[in-house]
């Protein structure tokens, strides 16, 4: 269930309320008691961000990290380690 905020347009009180998706929008404020309730359009409470857990756990063979690949696969992708393919 998603939280959704409200604003009251005559006091301008604001508050939080857990609602289903098919709930009535609240109208009257609970602080002034008009019915002046108003529902606010606001930011998600998550992102999805970085590489993800599809890039890390459900990719298979060649196709994991694609994000990160730089088209070289002669360079080591650690730096600091030496590949392990020598000449």
Not at 16 to 34: F, G, H, N, R, Y
Not at 64 to 86: C, H, I, Q, R, V
């Amino acid at each position: 269930m998603p939280i959704y905020e409200y604003e009251c347009k005559a006091c301008g009180h604001r508050l939080e309320k857990l609602q289903k998706v098919s709930a009535t929008p609240l109208t009257e404020c609970p602080a002034c008691e008009k019915p002046e309730l108003a529902r606010l359009i606001s930011a998600a409470g998550f992102r999805l961000a970085g590489g993800g857990w599809y890039e890390t756990d459900f990719k298979s063979g060649g196709k994991k990290n694609l994000a990160d690949d730089t088209g070289d696969k002669s360079a080591p992708s650690t730096p600091g380690k030496e590949s392990k393919a020598t000449a």
